[in-house]
Each structure stands twice: as C-alpha cells, then as structure tokens.
C-alpha cells in the first residue's frame, strides 16, 4: 500500500503562481511514476503532467506545458508540480497518483494505482 498526500492548493489571481507538493509515504520502493491529475466541476477527470523513477523523465498535457514544471526527489518520494501564469481554466481539484507499473502509459488515469484526496486550486479571473 501507497499513502499519499497532496498540499499547496488554494485560490491565486489569474497569472500566479502555485506549487502543489505530494509526498508517498508506504511501499514507496514499488512506484514507477508519480503524476497529477486534475478534475474541473462536470468535467473528466484529465492528465496534468508526471515523472518516471527511471531516469526521471517528466511528461505534459499540451495545456500546462511551458507553465507548469514537475519535480521530484526520489529519496523522499515527494513530488511536486510548479504551475506558473495560472489561468481560470486551471481550476480544478488536483490529484497526486502513483504508478507502480513498469513501462505504464502515464498519461492514463487507468495506469495508477494510488491516489491522494486531492487539493483545490482555484484561479480567479
């Protein structure tokens, strides 16, 4: 079992700045990648950015990427995501998630095994 706990949410004006952190505490030797995800009200659930243990590889969705930067230290099982020139369709309840499988398609809600209660980032206009 993988325990996670995000932190850092909370309401920004439009063009600031948030930094969400994620620390796995439990079977932490067994994780693969760490991602984020994210979930606007009546919308799905969508792929924000992740980072593979191997190598640490970091992967974006087309919309956060050159604005937000994932990071993580493996040491600590922590990871975290810096989301920079924040626009009001960033809001959203961000999820941390841990992939244990080798090789998984990050980008994939269905790869992940572990997931935190989430951390609400709201950016207003």
């Known amino acids: 079992q993988v325990q996670l706990v995000e932190s850092g949410g909370g309401l920004v004006q439009a063009g600031g700045s948030l930094r969400l952190s994620c620390a796995a505490s439990?079977?932490?030797?067994?994780?693969?990648?760490m991602g984020w995800f994210r979930q606007a009200p009546g919308k799905e659930r969508e792929f924000v950015a992740a980072i593979s243990w191997t190598g640490g590889r970091t992967y974006y969705a087309d919309s956060v990427k050159g604005r937000f930067t994932i990071s993580g230290v493996r040491g600590k099982s922590t990871v975290y995501v810096q989301m920079n020139s924040l626009k009001a369709e960033d809001t959203a309840v961000y999820y941390c998630?841990?992939?244990?499988?080798?090789?998984?398609?990050?980008?994939?809600?269905?790869?992940?095994?572990?997931w935190g209660q989430g951390t609400q980032v709201t950016v207003s206009s």
């Open positions: 439990g079977r932490t030797f067994s994780m693969y990648a």
């Open positions: 998630a841990v992939a244990k499988t080798w090789g998984t398609v990050v980008a994939d809600d269905s790869s992940y095994d572990y």
